[in-house]
């Protein structure tokens, strides 16, 4: 069974750690994280019980990756592996090669395809 603040549960108790966070926590980050000032359509009473309510029943399946550590506190296995994911957005400029090239002159007769309006 997943919820629909599933992600936001794992990601905030995988920086927690071994130790977990108290439901309470995990309530007030998760609705941070989903509210903003135009829009009021969340109620924290409702999430922190849905939470509960998730987390407690997740905790109890063998196949779940919450762990009940203590009394209100949840964290995630331990033997639990998660998918990695890579960004290769960032671009060092150490690692580019920067090659410079001298522009040929224009010639509107090279070819017909590129030519130009308005001449530079």
């Known amino acids: 069974m997943k919820n629909a603040y599933h992600s936001d549960i794992m990601q905030l108790l995988l920086m927690k750690g071994k130790e977990g966070m108290h439901v309470s926590q995990i309530s007030r980050m998760v609705f941070n994280l989903h509210t903003n000032l135009f829009?009021?359509?969340?109620?924290?009473?409702?999430?922190?019980?849905?939470?509960?309510?998730?987390?407690?029943?997740?905790?109890?399946?063998?196949?779940?990756?919450?762990?009940?550590?203590k009394y209100g506190y949840y964290a995630v296995k331990p033997d639990l592996a998660v998918q990695l994911d890579f960004c290769f957005d960032d671009v060092f400029e150490d690692?580019?090669?920067?090659?410079?090239k001298e522009k040929a002159p224009y010639d509107p007769y090279k070819d017909p395809r590129q030519m130009k309006l308005f001449e530079e």
């Not at 849905?50 to 196949?63: A, C, D, E, I, K």
């Not at 690692?95 to 410079?100: I, K, L, S, Y």
């Open 39 to 69: 829009d009021r359509n969340l109620n924290y009473q409702e999430l922190h019980h849905m939470l509960r309510m998730y987390l407690w029943r997740q905790s109890r399946t063998r196949r779940s990756p919450f762990v009940h550590v």
């Open 95 to 100: 690692d580019v090669v920067t090659e410079t």
